[in-house]
Structures are given as structure tokens and as C-alpha cells.
């Protein structure tokens, strides 16, 4: 059919260093791996136009960010397996969801290491591997395919987190939008024309921050979660040659935190708000999925520049781009996300004569200091000259990194790109948007398009390269956190703008763009100071890797939490890629049955140094309710290494323990305020649509009734007949039926 593409996906495991290495996103030193909640994906997607052959990849990681270093290394080893021709530097776009719980060190550039101790070539091998296999097998896969789009709307996922800034932006402008937020998910649906779906991609706006700067545990946060129940809904396997893939990317989330609605994380409650960030995503995600209609025709196009941000000129004014350098409010941090390291405040701006504000001073000075004794080797320059200060007002600069000798800490000629697939614009984005930021890109794009039969468009940020954030030039004038990590200056979002619109012309005028400055290669200029595996050993000698040193239980009730300690050994020294540091089993007949694994969130591997070179591995699993009564271990898998560096797997296996029944609460309480007798309908929660009634209960007005859940559910379907409304509840809740026929839950 002429309105088909060629589509292809690809999933691959990405997940580094579990242990002793600096997570990437929070600034933090001390937050370095410790363990693992899931593991980390790259989802590819390969669209080809069959009459051109143009192609373009779109790659989403669960990671913090794409950096020019990945972006590079990848297209450098797709060449050597393609050819120099089909997969680019241009039609390659490589994204991160974001997540702020990912390993860290593969930036080539000093700033985004800082807080890593340096780069780190396993965590990067990692990255780049993975994005490789799943671009590999999205490339084998390729056959013809339909793709659909379509859009909802996510409530209550995500707020503006510096709504000052926000509020600067012109009255008249925020008016045209209903929220300081953009709540619109955007996905693509990919079908083959066999009938089989091979996987979606949305895009929505917010930070993947629900676990905070204390976590130390690997996980995607609330998108990852989402891509998990996507997939775990749709039965992918990652070790198959083709398998359903779901991918969560990120948008213009710069001021969008899922945090600001429940404060700073706690680590108490932080796994229940990634959940419910990620279910809500999830549930539109699936919503919008099964509805998605309307066919995505048309070609395949793409274009792709670099730019040097450190000078460009806003045409037709005075105005330009300064060096990259940070404004003292990046120190504070987003303070709806973390507290501060240093006690500095959001909002600092230079005093009229340029210099820090009195009363901020001294503590400026202090970050300062912290920050140059962790460079090595690298020169900042500490007195600036007027026009580099100016440039930047109000911005206070603390840190000129732009302006680093040998080399800048960030990079400043950055990778713009554009892809279209018929109807759909997709912008590579190398920085953090705002909010407003966002919208006003998009905006300038459009226009260039008008009625050449566009569409949508889908803003990826965290695209190729990383080089901080982007706010409008009102909201930078407030110098929040956002402001102050707006890298070139006051005038950034309109260099964007500008050199975007040049970029969208020459591609709906069908004409070539030139390729634009060369990025800087500093492949060769890597170091770190990060301790590794060097060799494992053995608390005594009789203990060998894998015994247990604090057993399981012998028996647990649905609902309670499992636990086992292994003596253990450095992670570092195998990743286990597309594999597991655990497995949980249940016995069938004689074969014992794997049902979680360490990608499955009720499952927790956690690892900790113990005197100088003992690991110590912990395993909890979180028992789901739903768990049928039975034989169950736990198994953990690692590997060690001796003094002349030989690594050897082990195997560690705990104490069968038996589940039994739940006896913890079983109960649901229902309340009859509807004014009228209703009847309610119970089913089976997952298979309610294939079962009669389990049970049915006549409840008269005013009523109240307590009705026990069968062991094993966790939950129940339920059908109000008289208000005509189904909901899901769980074992434990209460709940009324309103006045107006609506079913509330009683807390
Ligand atoms: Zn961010």
C-alpha cells in the first residue's frame, strides 16, 4: 500500500553499574548506586519511507539525557555495520526519558561528571551498546507497517514548579493556555501489516524526580514504571527477536516536577508517588493506544545542523548568545525536588552594579570553591570581563564553564534537528524546555509549515546532546533554578527559535541545510577517580560467594515483605545485561518456576560494601497480594573476582519459605448515600469480562456493608447497578456511593 512505511523496534537492556557509581541528574556526590528497582531500556523505532528510502531512528533511553559523546559513538559504530550512508549523524535521534536514577559518567564534558568523579567507560559501553542492539534488531525487524497518532490528556500528573518565572511570562501569552503546564501526551502507534503491534512512543512533560537525591536504587522512576506496565500488559520479552515495545519520552518538562504536589522525597513515600505517576501516564498511554485511528501518511524527511550557541546573533537586533556559564541559583538547586547542598536561595540576581547580592555573598563564594577543588586540570576563569557579565544579566554568574581552559566543561555547538513522518514533526532537542519555552518553539516551527499539511509536533528534548536549560527570557529575568541553568544567556530560547525557523524552511522548501560547526572530539581526554572492583573476597574462608547470611522466614502471608541476605560480590564486575541479580521461584511439581526477576518492582536487589571488599547483597521481595499460597526462594546471581582478576559467576539460594493464605485484611466496606437501593456486582478483577458474577449484594438506602474478598484477588470488580458504574477496589478500601451516583473512596 502506498501509505505504508517500513517500521521496525528494538528493545535492549541499558542498565549500568549497579553499585558505586554517581546517578546522574542530581547534582549529588553522595548518591551513588547502591542497587537496583528495575533496570534501565533502550526502545528503538526505525520509520523508512518506501519510495525515497529516507529512514530516520527514534530512540528513547531511560536515561538522564543523551550527550554528545553517546550520540557520536553510536553513529561512529552504525556505520561500521551499515555503511557509511543509511544511519547518520542526521537521521539518528538518541533521547533520555530523564530519569535522575540512572548511572552516570558518559558525558565527554567535565560538568556533568563533576559530581561522578569522572567519566566512567563501562557505564558508557553500556549505553552505547544497548541503543545499538535495539537500533540492531529495530533494523531487522523492518517490514511494511501502518503508524496511528493520536493524543489525551494526563490530570494531575506533574505541576509548575516555578510558577514565579512562570507568571512572568506576558500576561496576554499565558492567557492563550489553560494550564503553566502542558498536560497533552502525544503518541505514535506502530502496527505491521500482519496484523502484529510492535510497540508506541508518546511524549509528555514532566521530570522523572519522584525518587529523589537520596535513592540510590537504579530505576526509570514514573516512566519507567509506565513503559513497565505497558509492556508487562502486552507480555514483551526482551529476548525475542521481535517483541512489543512502550516508550515514555520526555517533552517540555523544564518546570514540570511530580513532586511539587507532595514535597521533597522522603524515601518513605517516594515509591508511591513514582507509582502513581507512572499508572496515570500509563493509563492514558493505553487509552489513547487502543483508540488511535487516525493513519500517519505521507514521506519521510529530516534535517540536522550544529551550532555554536556561545555567539549567535539575534538577527536584526543588538542581542546574542554569550560562553555557557551557571547563575548562583543553580546551586539551590529545584527546590521542589531537593534542598539545597549549599543554602542558596531560587531567584538570586546581580545588584545593579553586576556584583552577588550581600546577603548571598559568602555562601556563593563557598559553592564556588567546592566546585573548582573538584576540577583537576581544567582553568575557570574567576574575574569576567564586563561584557561576558552583562551578557548574562541578570544572571549572577558563579561558574564561567564556557569559558574553561583547555576546553569548555559543556559543550556549546549543539545539534538541532527535525524529522517529519507525513503529517508529524518531530524536533531533537539538546537542552531542558520550560513549559513556555517549549510552547514558543513549537509555535515558530508551526508557522513554517502552515498549510503544508503538518499537523502535530513532538518536542524530544533531551536529544543528542545535553547543555542545560531553557526558559523564556522573562522567566530567565527571575532566575530560578531554570533561569540560572539557562546556559548562554537571556537570549537562548530566541537562538533556538531563530536558527529552528532556518532549519523548517529549508526543509518545507525541500532544499539541503548545511551541517554547521563541527563539534569538539574529546574522546581522548577521559579520567576518573571512581573506586571499582578491584577484588572480591569472602568474609571467611569457608563462606563461599552466594551463602546466606541472614536466611528468609519460613513462612509469609500475601502482602508482607520477604527478605534475604547473600554474602555477595561486586556487581561491577558483570552487569548482567538482558539478565538478573535475582530471581523469585515457586515450586510446580518438581521444577522450581521463575515468576520476578530484578526488573519487576516488587522485587529490590540492594548491595553494600562491607569492611574493604566484602559485598553484602540484600533481597526483598515485595509479595503481591494476588500471590497464590505455595513453595517459594529466592535465588541471587553474581560474580566474583579473585587477585589475578579471573571472574566467575556464583549462584546464591535462600530457604524454601511457604506462602499461605492472607489473613490481613480482607475486607471492603461500602456506604449507600445514594438515596436509592443499589445492587453490586462483584468479578474477578482481571478476568471480569470472560466471568459471570462472583457474587451479588442487595444494598438499601443508607445502608452499610462489609463484603470479604476471596483470597488470593487483592482486588474486585464491581458493577453499581443503580448509578450504572463499574470501579476497581482493592482489599481494604471504603467506599461511598454519592448523592449524584459518583463512587468515592473514604480514606
Ligand atoms: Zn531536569
Redesign the pocket.
Known amino acids: 500500500m502506498p501509505n505504508d512505511f517500513l517500521i521496525g523496534t528494538g528493545i535492549y537492556d541499558v542498565t549500568g553499574p549497579a553499585a558505586e557509581l554517581g546517578m546522574m ?1 542530581m547534582a549529588s556526590i553522595d548518591q551513588k548506586t547502591e542497587g537496583m528497582h528495575s533496570r534501565l531500556f533502550a526502545r528503538a523505532f526505525i520509520v523508512c519511507d518506501q519510495t525515497t528510502n529516507k529512514r530516520v531512528i527514534i530512540l528513547s533511553a531511560d536515561i538522564w539525557s543523551c550527550t554528545q559523546a553517546v550520540k557520536m559513538e553510536v553513529v561512529k559504530r552504525l556505520k561500521v555495520i551499515y555503511g557509511n550512508d543509511l544511519y547518520t549523524i542526521e537521521n539518528v535521534l538518541l533521547s533520555g526519558t ?1 530519569t535522575h536514577s540512572g548511572p552516570g559518567g558518559y558525558s565527554h564534558y567535565g560538568l556533568f561528571n563533576l559530581s561522578i568523579l569522572g567519566f566512567d567507560k563501562q557505564n558508557f559501553e553500556c549505553i552505547v551498546n544497548g541503543m545499538i542492539e535495539s537500533i540492531k534488531k529495530a533494523h531487522e525487524n523492518l517490514a511494511p507497517g501502518r503508524i496511528f497518532i493520536n493524543s489525551g490528556i494526563v490530570e494531575d500528573c506533574g505541576n509548575n514548579r516555578s510558577p514565579i518565572a512562570y507568571d512572568n511570562n506576558p500576561s496576554d501569552e499565558r492567557a492563550k493556555f489553560n494550564n503553566n503546564t502542558d498536560k497533552e501526551m502525544l503518541l505514535i502507534k506502530f502496527v505491521k501489516n500482519d496484523g502484529r503491534e510492535i510497540g508506541c512512543l508518546n511524549w509528555y512533560a514532566i ?1 522523572p524526580t519522584n525518587r529523589g537525591n537520596k535513592n540510590k536504587l537504579v530505576t526509570g522512576d514514573n516512566k519507567g514504571y509506565a513503559s513497565y506496565l505497558f509492556e508487562k500488559e502486552k507480555g514483551t520479552n526482551i529476548h525475542t527477536k521481535e517483541t512489543f515495545i512502550a516508550a515514555f519520552a520526555n517533552s517540555n518538562c ?1 518546570d514540570v516536577s511530580g513532586n511539587v504536589k507532595y514535597g521533597i522525597p522522603d524515601l518513605v513515600h517516594d515509591f508511591q508517588h513514582m507509582k502513581e505517576n507512572g499508572e496515570k501516564q500509563f493509563k492514558i498511554a493505553k487509552e489513547i493506544y487502543n483508540s488511535a485511528s487516525k493513519q500517519l501518511t505521507g514521506n519521510v524527511d529530516y534535517r540536522h545542523t550544529h551550532i555554536d550557541f556561545s555567539k549567535v546573533q539575534i538577527e536584526g537586533t543588538n542581542h546574542r548568545t554569550y560562553p555557557a556559564a551557571l547563575g548562583a541559583s543553580m546551586f539551590a538547586g529545584s527546590t521542589e525536588d531537593s534542598t539545597s547542598e549549599f543554602g542558596i536561595l531560587e531567584g538570586i540576581r546581580t545588584t545593579t552594579s553586576g556584583d552577588y547580592p550581600a546577603g548571598q555573598k559568602n555562601i556563593i563564594l563557598e559553592a564556588i570553591n567546592l566546585l573548582s577543588g573538584l576540577l583537576t586540570g581544567f582553568k575557570v576563569p574567576g574575574i569576567l570581563e564586563d561584557e561576558m557579565k552583562q551578557g548574562h544579566q541578570p544572571k549572577p554568574i558563579v561558574f564561567a564553564q564556557g569559558l574553561a581552559e583547555p576546553f569548555p566543561l559543556s559543550p556549546e555547538v549543539l545539534p538541532l534537528q527535525i524529522f517529519t513522518i507525513g503529517s508529524l514533526i518531530v524536533l531533537g532537542i539538546p537542552v ?1 524546555l520550560t513549559t513556555m519555552a517549549g510552547r514558543r518553539l513549537k509555535e515558530t516551527v508551526l508557522k513554517i509549515f502552515e498549510g503544508a499539511g503538518v499537523e502535530h509536533l513532538a518536542l524530544m528534548t533531551y536529544a543528542n546532546a545535553y547543555s542545560g536549560y531553557v526558559t523564556t527570557k522573562e522567566e530567565y529575568d527571575v532566575q530560578h533554578y531554570e533561569g540560572a541553568s539557562t546556559h548562554f544567556g537571556p537570549y537562548t530560547l530566541m537562538a533556538f527559535q531563530q536558527e529552528f525557523n532556518k532549519i523548517a524552511i529549508a526543509m518545507k522548501e525541500n532544499k539541503a541545510f548545511p551541517s554547521g560547526s563541527t563539534p569538539r572530539d574529546l574522546s581522548s581526554e577521559q579520567t576518573n577517580l571512581q573506586t571499582g572492583a578491584v577484588t572480591d573476597t569472602q568474609p571467611w574462608p569457608w563462606i563461599p560467594f552466594g551463602g546466606v547470611q541472614t536466611d528468609v522466614d519460613s513462612f509469609y502471608k500475601a502482602g508482607s515483605i520477604v527478605k534475604v541476605i547473600f554474602w555477595g560480590a561486586h556487581p561491577k564486575n558483570n552487569l548482567r545485561i538482558q539478565g538478573t541479580f535475582l530471581e523469585v521461584q515457586r515450586k510446580e511439581g518438581d521444577k522450581w518456576i521463575t515468576i520476578f526477576n530484578d526488573n519487576d518492582p516488587c522485587t529490590f536487589y540492594e548491595w553494600k560494601r562491607d569492611f574493604i571488599a566484602n559485598s553484602k547483597v540484600t533481597i526483598m521481595w515485595n509479595i503481591p497480594l494476588d500471590t497464590k499460597p505455595g513453595e517459594y526462594r529466592i535465588c541471587h546471581f553474581g560474580d566474583s573476582r579473585d587477585v589475578s582478576g579471573n571472574i566467575k559467576p556464583y549462584t546464591g539460594i535462600s530457604s524454601t519459605f511457604k506462602i499461605g493464605e492472607s489473613s490481613v485484611v480482607n475486607e471492603i466496606n461500602f456506604k449507600n448515600s445514594f438515596g436509592k437501593q443499589v445492587e453490586l456486582w462483584f468479578y474477578h478483577p482481571q478476568d471480569w469480562l470472560k466471568w459471570s458474577a462472583y457474587d451479588r449484594k442487595v444494598l438499601n438506602k443508607d445502608e452499610n456493608l462489609k463484603w470479604k474478598i476471596p483470597s488470593g484477588w487483592g482486588k474486585v470488580q464491581v458493577r453499581f447497578t443503580g448509578p450504572g458504574k463499574w470501579k476497581t477496589v482493592s482489599v481494604g478500601e471504603s467506599i461511598n456511593i454519592k448523592p449524584n451516583g459518583e463512587i468515592e473512596y473514604v480514606s
Open positions: 541528574g530523564h521530570h523544564g531542558e
